[in-house]
């Protein structure tokens, strides 16, 4: 995998799970994918699309975003997070604040970043 493929697929999970959040929202959905690959020895793109991990890839019918301004600003989160410190503590894993799914139990809370709360194992 190259480097932009990994900066694409950091984009794209962003802008799919994360593009009407405030910045750091951005950037802590953006930490959580990164901290994935490196505690599972995986890319990014095999971090996003592994099977229910991200909503985005297994409930639209397309990847392509449709929001160009949205996009670059994803862009630019996915950037920032690559080279700046994990402000989220090493999360992991994340949810909307409006639902508890069964798995937070076994998490450690971490933080709340937007609409977004953010756990680690």
């Not at 950037?27 to 490196?38: C, M, S």
């Not at 099977?51 to 160009?68: A, D, G, R």
């Amino acid at each position: 995998m190259s480097f932009l493929e990994g900066v694409l697929w950091l984009t794209l999970n962003v802008y799919h799970e994360a593009r009407s959040e405030p910045r750091i929202g951005q950037l802590a959905v953006a930490h959580v994918t990164l901290n994935r690959a490196v505690q599972r020895h995986e890319s990014v793109e095999e971090v996003v699309t592994a099977p229910y991990q991200f909503s985005w890839t297994f409930q639209k019918n397309s990847y392509m975003p449709t929001e160009s301004g949205a996009l670059l600003t994803c862009l630019e989160s996915a950037l920032t997070a690559m080279i700046s410190a994990d402000f989220t503590n090493g999360a992991t894993y994340y949810h909307r604040q409006d639902i508890n799914p069964a798995w937070a139990e076994n998490k450690t809370y971490v933080a709340q970043y937007g609409a977004h709360k953010f756990y680690r194992n």
